[in-house]
């Protein structure tokens, strides 16, 4: 025995050395499995499980043209939230950060994403027999960045007087666009039949199991968001813990959301690193509250157990009596 | 006469197998493997929520094998799908209501007395894993709420660098995730606490040391243990 280690036989809640009572542990599992099995039962019928229809790029451009096409432009002219979101889709952002502790950026760029690229001209470029789309495409690529965002910006600011025309078309008054409009119409066109849809999956195989970049460019628009919102899930609705619909949600993440409602993680640019951290601390002393002073004391101070073990502490005290 | 002594039996190698075999005999003997007696202590309805969250755990994991073995796209199309999907939810939050209570509960037991680490550890350990286990689930869904909760919740992974190598966007990864490796790791887990739980039994009251042990209590119901069984460690 090494000095200063109380010997095992020293601890008296290592073994119980009082009266024991008959127990019947697969009776006791047996009727806990039936009464939990009955519970779900009752719950599943009274009251069965959401299933919101996923959205589509189809039905977003359908059901709102304007967005979609001011999503897209941002998508070309590198402004949007994934263009500009850094590791692990590009390099345009630093990532979040906690002082020196940039483990975003660490990890680099795993998911490569041009959105100018995968969002808008690969997705025209694919067209065939459509000439003007291709003269366009080319006379993009072709200009001077400057150019560019000078077409670009120019169509941005003219989509906040855009009309819905017929068949869910955008018109905007007329200006010095470049080949930016047909480019829309076009990428438009193509979402409105659904072949965005499969154009955007990131792989080319038959078989697909990655939507990272359709839910990207659905997320840099504002289609998932109103949903979100219709259905309080948006992150100051506590939307982390709801579900769609009245079900209840991911309840036991009430402690993760509760810091994205208070400062300084609602206003910070860096809220999901920080909040990461917390949480992996309180994680972390969750898991090693037994060795943790103070913390592991806290059951003695606050007698709840003299509740728990109520008919023990008074069988004791009657046996003291007696 | 010729007498003939039997041959001594040779000494018995050493072997892993050996080693292995009496040292899970040694830490779980039948009787403490499926005990049939308890400590008298154990007498309130606490001590239900720990077999309950066992019992919603094995609802779960039976209505998502039937889940799995249809395919992530039967349950929207058929209303036995949708039946099994309900289960799989309600489980799943059944789960975890009775899991918060057992693990508030033991937390007030202050539980790891007594050399029972390695218990709480393990509980606490399977808790957190579950989390990330129904939150694959939450984006196998194959619906708005997958899409929705996709798109939010990679930002925090993201920022912590997981980002790069799992990504809540990419359907087969997480389907991959949700119904083998976390399931794997919250069972084996689970496993390894009840064998905890078997092996050391359940903490004593405070100050059972000073008074209750060296006084039986005197329940009509409790009995004493026969002299054979008070060597062993108890369960």
């Known amino acids: 025995m090494r000095r200063g280690r109380r010997p095992l036989s020293a601890d008296p809640y290592r073994e119980w050395k009082g009266g024991y009572r008959s127990y019947d542990l697969i009776k006791e599992f047996s009727i806990a499995f039936g009464v939990v099995l009955a519970i779900t039962l009752v719950l599943t019928i009274l009251f069965s499980s959401p299933d919101e229809k996923p959205t589509t790029i189809k039905q977003w451009s359908r059901s709102d043209p304007v967005d979609f096409v001011t999503t897209a432009v941002s998508e070309l002219d590198g402004t949007s939230g994934t263009a500009t979101y850094g590791p692990p889709y590009n390099h345009n952002g630093p990532g979040q950060h906690m002082w020196f502790i940039r483990p975003q950026k660490w990890l680099g760029v795993s998911h490569p994403i041009d959105t100018a690229r995968d969002y808008v001209l690969a997705p025209l470029s694919s067209i065939n027999r459509q000439p003007a789309v291709h003269s366009a495409v080319s006379t993009y690529e072709h200009a001077s960045s400057k150019q560019q965002a000078a077409w670009t910006t120019a169509y941005s600011n003219a989509l906040g007087k855009a009309k819905v025309g017929p068949g869910d078309s955008v018109t905007i008054p007329s200006g010095s666009y470049g080949p930016v409009p047909i480019m829309m119409s076009s990428l438009l066109g193509i979402a409105q039949t659904g072949g965005l849809d499969g154009a955007l999956l990131t792989s080319k195989q038959f078989y697909q199991t990655d939507y990272t970049k359709p839910l990207l460019f659905m997320a840099d628009g504002s289609v998932l968001a109103n949903r979100a919102q219709a259905e309080h899930l948006l992150g100051d609705q506590w939307g982390m813990m709801n579900e769609t619909g009245s079900f209840p949600g991911q309840s036991w993440l009430w402690l993760y959301t509760f810091w994205y409602q208070i400062k300084p993680f609602s206003t910070s640019a860096n809220a999901d690193i920080l909040v990461m951290t917390i949480m992996g601390a309180l994680s972390l002393a969750f898991i090693l509250v037994p060795l943790i002073p103070g913390v592991r004391d806290i059951p003695r101070w606050i007698p709840v157990y003299k509740l728990i073990w109520r008919d023990h502490y008074r069988e004791l005290a009657r046996a003291g009596r007696t | ?235």
């Open chain 2, 1 to 235: 006469m010729t007498i003939i002594s039997p041959k001594p039996a040779p000494p018995r190698r050493r072997s892993w197998t050996l080693a292995v075999r009496e040292r899970a005999v040694g830490a779980w003997p039948p009787e403490k493997l499926l005990a049939d007696e308890q400590p008298s202590y154990v007498s309130s309805w606490i001590y239900v929520f720990g077999v309950l969250s066992l019992a919603a755990l094995l609802v779960c994991i039976g209505s998502g094998l039937v889940l799995t073995l249809k395919g992530p796209a039967w349950w929207h199309d058929t209303g036995v799908g949708l039946f099994f999907n309900s289960l799989h939810l309600w489980s799943v939050e059944l789960f975890f209501f009775f899991l918060v209570i057992h693990l508030w509960g033991k937390f007030w037991m202050a539980a790891w007395r007594g050399g029972r680490v390695r218990t709480w550890v393990t509980g606490a350990l399977a808790f957190l894993v579950s989390i990330p286990t129904a939150l694959t689930g939450y984006v196998s869904q194959q619906n708005f709420d997958s899409q929705w909760i996709s798109t939010q919740a990679k930002d925090a992974m993201n920022s912590a660098g997981i980002g790069a190598f799992f990504n809540l966007m990419n359907f087969g990864q997480m389907y991959s995730y949700h119904i083998l490796v976390l399931p794997a790791v919250v069972i084996v887990l689970v496993i390894g606490h009840v064998l905890l739980v078997r092996k050391h039994g359940v903490v004593p009251p405070f100050e059972a040391g000073k008074k209750s042990q060296r006084r039986r209590p005197r329940q009509s119901r409790s009995k004493p243990r026969p002299e054979s069984a008070r060597d062993a460690p108890r369960a």
